[in-house]
């Protein structure tokens, strides 16, 4: 199993950046990717920014150039920052890891991001 904590979220401003932090625990080792996902009331989460372990980026079109995902190995933890924010990346964002051996697909409680304009 693995636990994974979001944290950073908040309200900007447009043109305004934020980080999201996820914190990891537990089965580390076994993970195969890294990701963060978006969801809006009435919608089905999407992803926004994935990394896997060998270091593969992809981005949805619309963060493309503005966002960035990243991993601090040392502090288990994965990062998205986020820059130039629009009001349409207003959401929670979640957290996801994808465990190698099918052993599972976990998500963290997720974390307000507001923007306004």
């Known amino acids: 199993q693995v636990q994974l904590v979001e944290s950073g979220g908040g309200s900007v401003q447009a043109g305004g950046s934020l980080r999201l932090s996820c914190a990891m625990s537990g089965d580390i080792v076994s993970i195969n990717t890294m990701g963060w996902y978006s969801q809006t009331p009435g919608k089905q989460r999407e992803m926004v920014a994935s990394?896997?372990?060998?270091?593969?980026?992809n981005y949805a079109d619309s963060v493309l150039g503005r966002f960035t995902i990243s991993r601090d190995s040392a502090k288990n933890t994965v990062y998205l920052q986020m820059n130039n924010l629009k009001p349409d990346d207003t959401a929670v964002y979640y957290c996801?890891?994808?465990?190698?051996?099918?052993?599972?697909?976990?998500w963290g409680q997720g974390t307000q991001v507001t923007v306004s304009s």
């Open positions: 996801n890891t994808v465990l190698r051996w099918a052993r599972g697909t976990y």
């Open positions: 990394l896997t372990g060998g270091g593969t980026t």
